[in-house]
């Protein structure tokens, strides 16, 4: 991997992963549809919007991997998922494939499989169960990526992203927190493994309390070195802050799945 394009650099993500890729790959390119409030003199940024086709194709010419972070972070109205996320991932991984790019990691989420019960641990072979309009979304950047994989031989990495940061923000956190720096380890198994054709990972830490089977990354050789329970008490503190949430506090989405919430009619 000489050349390596992150989409959705501006975002909360993108900003720490530009940061923490920094000289591991030749060359980063960083594209958003707004310029990074943080973009240093020495960086590659070229400003796209990823429902124009055209602004696509020029992002991708002669990358080598991607990192497809770009699109709509959360649960928004429906032309704005559509655009975003439905119109842009297509162009991106249509775009990267007549580009000839060799990879593509694609920032899923775990808005994909949302509607699982907390007490149910599930794998990565799981039916989807999206928790909002952008949970769908995600599913589908999983299926185009699957779809680019097996007809075309692109090679794809969908994560199924908890959360990124510092630390665990709440007690649902404390079971999706994904330390920054095990991102990166998820990432560049993505651009880098020789055996990777299609796969799913959870993009989740060393989490105590975790939902999720992530064996598979770990077979590819992930060892996550954040440890939600090393954050037990601030984040109970914070939860202790939110008011209850009978739907979302039985779902792994939380309040996404309770946002908009009507399904006992
Ligand atoms: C996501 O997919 C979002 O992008 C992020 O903003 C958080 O809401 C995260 O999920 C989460 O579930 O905490």
């Given amino acids: 991997m000489k050349k390596v394009l992150i989409t959705g ?14 000289g591991v790959y030749p060359h980063l390119r960083a594209s958003d549809i707004k310029t990074p409030s943080d973009l ?16 696509v194709e ?6 080598d991997g991607i990192v497809h ?6 649960e928004g109205p429906w032309p704005t998922i559509l655009n975003s996320n439905i119109v842009g991932c297509y162009n991106l991984f249509e775009a990267a494939y007549r580009a000839e790019v060799k990879r593509v990691v694609f920032a899923s989420s775990n808005h994909a499989v949302g509607f699982y019960p907390r007490e149910k641990k599930i794998g990565v072979d799981v039916t989807v169960r999206p928790d909002s309009r952008y949970g769908v979304s995600k599913a589908f950047g999983e299926a185009v990526g699957a779809f ?15 959360n990124v940061g510092d630390a665990p923000l709440d007690k649902r956190r404390m079971s999706i927190w994904l330390k920054p720096e095990d991102l990166v ?22 989490n105590e309390a975790a939902w999720w089977d992530n064996s598979n990354a770990r077979r590819y ?13 601030q984040a109970m503190a914070e939860q202790a802050k939110l008011p209850p949430d009978p739907v979302g506090d039985r779902f792994q989405g939380g309040p996404f799945c309770s946002d908009e919430y009507d399904g006992n009619r």
């Fill in 148 to 162: 680019y994989a097996d007809k075309h031989g692109l090679r794809v990495t969908c994560l199924r992203i908890g």
């Fill in 58 to 63: 020029k992002i991708v010419a002669g990358v």
């Fill in 221 to 233: 050789g992930y060892k996550p070195q954040g440890r939600a329970e090393d954050f037990r008490e």
């Fill in 9 to 22: 650099a501006a975002g909360n993500v993108g900003m720490r992963l530009r940061k923490l890729l920094k």
């Fill in 185 to 206: 380890q998820l990432v560049r198994i993505g651009l880098e493994h020789p055996d990777i054709r299609f796969e799913v990972f959870y993009g989740a830490s060393d």
């Fill in 40 to 55: 240093a003199v020495d960086e590659d940024f070229a400003a796209a919007d990823l429902a124009d086709y055209a602004q």
């Fill in 69 to 74: 972070l770009g699109g709509y972070s959360i």
